[in-house]
């Protein structure tokens, strides 16, 4: 321990203390849907919601930085060591899925697979939550942003948030304090443990399933779905523009832009793909430029979808990070 950082010596003497599992210098970067990128000084496993809730209540009075990170679908990690201490939700109870049919709810850790979700749903005859198929996720991630597209989102269908506060606290939000708006929830400053949703018993299962396929079959023809990506890199400007962000990227002539190992994809303008051998840091390089052409030509400043870790350039490997959106 006497080699790191101060402020890592600090976090693993808090992580010993509070006797919550970590390791060092864990690679973040391949946890990402792009699988490039930098690295958690501390990347620590807590085992349920009031440790975890300790542990953000001594982090925010120790000044140390702490992060979630879900299945990496939304987030671009810049090659470097990120200080403070990154949090994965992997325990089993943070990843369980509890289905009641005859309740019409299920209840999901935020660490649980959307997907597995979704599917163990369906399979259940509750409908809710099918037009979400496709979307890469955790339930904490998807719920913090509320995932969506053509089919729905993720929102309507939520009954209760368990939440802790940047304090520390550990409570339960019901609907009426929930709220969710285009790719936002003002869950953004919260760490999301698990949710309730309420969903809807249907006679005829064979046609929820046949929806289920439909919307993974759209997703498929529409988007880059085996490239490696973040999804849509930036939110549309539904206020300033008629057009989704994808058109205005398009129209600005950027299909096929390139930096280093970074294209904006020819399929879908909106997704910024990685090829072999590319870097997070190429991803930010395109995405800036991006932005920056689509401003010049429209007016438009295209604000980020995807969430870009970032450590301090001026000190790579010690603990200052920005969280960017
Ligand atoms: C091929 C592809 C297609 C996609 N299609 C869609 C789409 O159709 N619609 C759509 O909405 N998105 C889409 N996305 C983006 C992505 O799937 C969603 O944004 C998803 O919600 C990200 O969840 P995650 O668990 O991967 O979060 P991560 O990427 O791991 O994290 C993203 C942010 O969420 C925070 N976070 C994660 N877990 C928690 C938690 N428990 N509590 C608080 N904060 C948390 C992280 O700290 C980070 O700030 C796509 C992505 C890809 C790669």
Redesign the pocket.
């Known amino acids: 321990m006497g080699t790191e950082a101060p402020e890592t010596e600090r976090t693993l003497a808090l992580l010993d203390e509070l006797g919550v599992g970590y390791g060092c210098d864990v690679p973040i970067g391949p946890r990402?849907?792009y699988g490039v990128g930098g690295s958690a000084a501390v990347m620590a496993h807590p085992t349920g919601a009031e440790q975890l809730a300790t542990l953000i209540e001594r982090c925010a009075e120790a000044g140390i930085d702490s992060?979630?990170?879900?299945?990496?679908?939304?987030?671009l990690v810049i090659e470097g060591t990120l200080g403070g201490v990154t949090i994965a939700?992997d325990d089993p109870g943070f990843r369980v899925i509890d289905i009641d049919v005859n309740a019409e709810r299920a209840i999901a850790g935020?660490?649980a697979d959307?997907e597995r979700l979704i599917t163990s749903t369906v399979r259940a005859g509750l409908a809710g939550l099918e037009g979400l198929a496709?979307?890469?996720?955790?339930v904490?991630?998807?719920l913090?942003?509320n995932?969506?597209?053509a089919f729905g989102e993720i929102g309507p269908a939520v009954e209760s948030v368990d939440v802790i506060e940047p304090d520390g606290r550990l409570h339960t939000l019901g609907r009426a304090a929930l709220e969710f708006s285009y790719?936002r929830s003002n869950?953004c400053q919260?760490?999301?443990?698990s949710a309730t949703f309420a969903l809807k018993r249907v006679e005829d299962q064979a046609a929820l399933r046949e929806k289920l396929k439909q919307v993974m079959a759209y997703?498929k023809g529409s988007?880059?779905?085996a490239a490696s990506?973040?999804?849509?890199a930036f939110k549309n400007p539904k206020t300033q523009s008629e057009h989704g962000a994808g058109k205005l990227i398009d129209d600005a002539g950027l299909k096929g832009l390139r930096i280093g190992g970074a294209e904006v994809s020819t399929v879908h303008a909106n997704f910024i793909v990685l090829h072999e051998g590319g870097t997070a840091a190429d991803v930010l390089a395109v995405m800036n430029e991006v932005q920056r052409r689509v401003k010049d030509q429209t007016g438009i400043t295209l604000q980020r979808?995807v969430?870009v870790w970032e450590p301090d350039i001026s000190q790579r490997t010690q603990s200052t990070q920005r969280?960017t959106e």
């Not at 992060?67 to 987030?75: D, P, T």
């Not at 496709?134 to 955790?138: D, E, K, L, R, S």
């Not at 990506?229 to 849509?232: E, N, P």
């Open positions: 990402t849907w992060r979630v990170l879900g299945k990496g679908a939304n987030l939700l935020a660490g959307l496709g979307i890469p996720a955790t904490g991630g998807a913090r942003m995932a969506g597209g790719r869950l919260r760490l999301i443990c997703k988007q880059p779905m990506s973040a999804g849509c979808e969430v969280t």
